[in-house]
């Protein structure tokens, strides 16, 4: 699979769910944060992915947006983005 993202990786059980949210979990206790590694040795740039998708990037930027959404908003792009493999 050519350039899998995130969401394909878990599919394919190459990450764990878990992972993701540890991702997201780090994401937003710091939205500067560039380099996420996986256990299996994929990363990706939580920022990036964020800054990449729309969505999430507004979501991020809602002052009244509950931080359930933000979340869920941020796994999104997660899962969106284009991991790289080490």
């Given at each position: 699979m050519a350039d899998p993202t995130t969401g394909d990786l878990i599919k394919?059980?190459?990450?764990?769910?878990?992972?993701?949210?540890?991702?997201?979990?780090?994401f937003m206790r710091d939205p500067t944060v560039s380099v996420?590694?996986?256990a299996s040795g994929h990363?990706?740039?939580p920022a990036a992915a964020v800054k990449?998708?729309?969505?999430?990037?507004?979501?991020?930027?809602?002052?009244g947006a509950s931080d359930t959404f933000r979340r869920?908003?941020?796994?999104?792009?997660?899962?969106?983005?284009r991991p790289v493999a080490s």
């Open positions: 394919a059980k190459t990450i764990a769910s878990d992972e993701v949210n540890a991702a997201v979990d780090v996420f590694r996986f990363t990706v740039d990449d998708h729309e969505p999430s990037r507004k979501a991020v930027a809602e002052p869920g908003m941020v796994r999104t792009a997660i899962l969106l983005a």
